[in-house]
Structures are given as structure tokens and as C-alpha cells.
């Protein structure tokens, strides 16, 4: 078996698969991941098959995150996975790492060193009757960058000015900032995904100001199909604005990190990015 880095075409396949998991990914999250870290998508082959793959994607020397762990499910439990984990971690040595783990995996994480941290739920469901655009509302994109950075330092934990840079401007993609004398108070970004759209992340620093950055993102979308929202569990006000806009609970996984924990300003945060990324 050899384990290597993946290609963009190598990547676009492992995001097929996640899609067939029932993860439903972006529409494009294939290249915007991949530009996030070229060599930090590892795949697993036998006599030049892909056969599993492992993301390990390094935010500076302080911080990387785990995601896309998958093997072709005729062949797990033959210990390619756990090749790739090894590989993954060697790669992401000397740093913070978290994730997020579905259910049948935090065991094994846990073993491995991961520690829960709390649990993100996925929220989703058709949004109706979206109130009128705050006049606070404004369209941000790749420009904006600078001024949404501290906001996002505070809710991620690492710096991600690149990725976040291609996530604002992505094609099939809306993002929009709350603005109030000149500051940024909330921005979000919505996404088209395999099925309906994606709002992530959605970061404010009340339950207002959430609602109304969600409000934008939502309209922007139309009748499109589904929404989906991703919430960190303590954040108590951002679960009650999933339920106030009609969403209801479809999956959950476990945030967990190993060697170190990052202090997140979890109140702003209403919205995860992604599962795969952070």
C-alpha cells in the first residue's frame, strides 16, 4: 500500500465519497479545500487505486485539523485506515489538531489522544417567510477580508486569512456582514451544497445581530432547497435561532482536540465553517 498526497482530481473523488456518506458536501469545497493546504489531503492506494484518504490540514505551525477519514467500505477493518491516521498525525506533529467526529468514532479518537471539547449539531430544514434586509446589511467578499479577520481569530483559533479569503468569494456562494458606525459586528457565508445550501460560518457577537446575518444569507438563497447550520451545542442562543428559523436536528458530531485546546470565544460563534475544515 502507498500513501501519498492527493491531487485536486484526487480530492474531488474523496469528496464524492463523503457524499455518499450522507455528509453532503459543497458544491466547490473540493478546490476551496484544496487551496487551503495542497499537501494536506492523503490518500491510500493499493495497485493505484485510491482506497481511502485522510485530510491533515495545517494552519501555520500552530494549529491543523482532521476530516475527510475515509476508507471504501468493502475494506475497512483491514488496518488502512490506521496507516493513514499515523500518517496524518506525523504530518501535524508539534501542533494543536482538532476535529470533529461522528458518533462511532469518538471512542478511537478518544484513544488516540483527542479529548471532547462539546458537540456541534447539524441543523436543517426549509426556511419560509424571511423578514426584510436590516439596513445594516452589506454584501462582503475576498476585499473584506481584513476587516472580519479578528472576529474570525477569535472564533477559530488560527489563522486562515487564504482559506477564508477563497471561502467569502466562492462561486454559488453569498456572504454578508452586519456593519454598524463603520464596525463588523457579524458576517456570514452561505454555500450551495449536493443537496440545498450551507451557512457557515455565521459569526456575531449577539443573537441579533446572528439573526439578522442569517436572515441575509437565507434570502439570498431563495426557495433554493434545505438549510443547513451547523452550531456548537454551549452556544445556547445560536441552538435557539437554528429553532427559531424552523430548522430541526438531522446529525451531530464531536469537536475534540488533542494537545492544547484553543480558547474560542464560543458565544460568537452561531454557525461552524466545516466539519472537514473547521
Excluded at 449577539?206 to 433554493?224: I, M, P, Q, R
Amino acid at each position: 500500500m502507498e500513501i501519498r498526497a492527493l491531487s485536486l482530481d484526487e480530492v474531488r473523488t474523496v469528496i464524492d465519497w463523503a457524499a455518499d456518506e450522507g455528509w453532503n458536501p459543497g458544491v466547490h469545497d473540493a478546490q476551496l479545500f484544496f487551496r487551503a493546504d495542497p499537501q494536506g489531503f492523503l490518500g491510500a492506494f493499493i495497485d493505484h487505486q485510491l482506497v481511502g484518504s485522510i485530510s491533515a490540514v495545517c494552519y501555520g505551525d500552530d494549529f491543523a485539523f482532521l476530516g475527510l477519514y475515509l476508507v471504501k467500505p468493502e475494506l475497512r477493518g483491514q488496518g488502512i485506515g490506521s496507516q493513514l491516521w499515523a500518517h496524518a498525525m506525523q504530518r501535524v506533529e508539534g501542533r494543536t489538531v482538532g476535529l470533529d467526529g461522528v458518533v462511532d468514532m469518538q471512542s478511537s479518537y478518544a484513544r488516540s489522544g483527542f479529548a471532547l471539547a462539546y458537540r456541534n449539531i447539524r441543523f436543517g430544514g426549509q426556511v419560509r417567510d424571511v423578514p426584510p434586509l436590516s439596513d445594516a446589511m452589506v454584501v462582503i467578499g475576498r476585499d473584506d477580508l481584513h476587516r472580519i479577520q479578528s472576529l474570525d481569530r477569535a472564533t477559530f483559533g488560527a489563522d486562515r486569512s487564504a482559506f477564508l479569503a477563497d471561502w467569502l468569494s466562492q462561486p454559488e456562494g453569498h456572504s454578508w456582514a452586519y456593519v454598524e458606525d463603520g464596525q463588523i459586528r457579524g458576517f456570514g457565508t452561505v454555500r450551495a451544497c449536493r443537496e440545498g445550501f450551507k451557512v457557515g460560518p455565521l459569526v456575531a457577537d449577539s443573537a441579533l445581530v446572528a439573526a439578522e446575518v442569517f436572515n441575509a444569507l437565507a434570502k439570498s438563497v431563495g426557495d433554493g432547497g434545505p438549510i443547513y447550520l451547523d452550531v456548537p451545542e454551549p452556544n445556547v442562543a445560536a441552538v435557539d435561532l437554528a429553532r427559531a428559523v424552523g430548522l430541526s436536528p438531522v446529525f451531530e458530531t464531536a469537536r475534540m482536540y488533542a494537545k492544547g485546546n484553543p480558547d474560542l470565544d464560543i458565544p460568537l460563534i452561531f454557525g461552524v465553517t466545516s466539519f472537514e475544515l473547521g
